[in-house]
């Protein structure tokens, strides 16, 4: 069966501090990768996909980027953060092929705290 | 573009209470709808889905009917329990050709259950 990990669970960070959140899955291959964040509790905004090894897309302009360094690994980075990237920061992947209904499974998810 | 409308919360409610937790979406075509779970410091979680018009998807006692005529994907248990106090997020997706799969959320219905 199908994994998802995230590290660390909680992160409490400076302003103007780096930022790296790891994100890996097991049990599958060439799967599509997600970052999201959850401010408040409640919504959820996509901040970036990939489709494959070095293929990242930002669906919005941020303070934060992201990597896929290998096919079941996603890396969501910043140089210097800002206190609006506090957040609950969740990953998710999905099936790359084959018929299905496209939901997406997530992880366990990372809370930043940035002071 | 395609968007989904949840019932406001919270939704407070005695154990052993009948749930209904309303969702409409607006969409072209037939995308998926699908609900997913958020307990308290953790990820979302699928709890079911439908794929087309009448699929009534259930899990752990919650089921949720694919209304293609009324736009509605409304949750329903007969009998909650304290430890169905979550956040409740409906979604929709659809496959997107350059992202796998495109998911769009409801801002979630917070769900607090009493003994």
């Known amino acids: 069966s199908q994994t998802i990990h995230q590290w660390p669970a909680t992160l409490v960070q400076p302003v103007g501090s780096p930022l790296s959140l790891e994100c890996t899955v097991e049990g599958t291959s060439n799967p599509n990768l997600y970052w999201y964040r959850q401010a408040a509790g409640r919504g959820l905004q996509l901040l970036f996909y990939?489709?494959?090894?070095?293929?990242i897309s930002s669906e919005v302009p941020q303070n934060l980027s992201a990597s896929r360094p290998q096919d079941r690994q996603f890396i969501l980075s910043s140089k210097k953060l800002l206190l609006s990237d506090s957040g609950f920061y969740l990953c998710?992947?999905?099936?790359?092929?084959?018929?299905?209904?496209?939901?997406?499974?997530f992880g366990p998810g990372t809370r930043l705290t940035v002071t | 573009g395609d968007s989904v409308t949840q019932m406001e919360g919270p939704v407070t409610l005695s154990e052993e209470a009948f749930l209904t937790i309303n969702c409409t979406y607006t969409a072209t075509g037939y995308p998926s709808l699908f609900w997913y779970v958020q307990y308290p410091g953790e990820g979302l979680q699928l709890l079911l889905k439908a794929t087309k018009a009448d699929d009534k998807g259930s899990n752990k006692g919650f089921e949720a009917t694919y209304r293609k005529e009324t736009t509605s994907f409304h949750l329903e248990k007969g009998s909650v329990q304290v430890s169905d106090s979550a956040v409740y997020f409906c979604a929709l997706g659809r496959p997107a050709e350059t992202s796998g799969s495109r998911l769009t959320f409801g801002e979630g219905t917070q769900l607090t259950v009493n003994p």
């Open positions: 990939s489709v494959g090894i070095g293929q």
């Open positions: 998710a992947w999905t099936r790359t092929s084959g018929r299905g209904s496209y939901e997406q499974y």
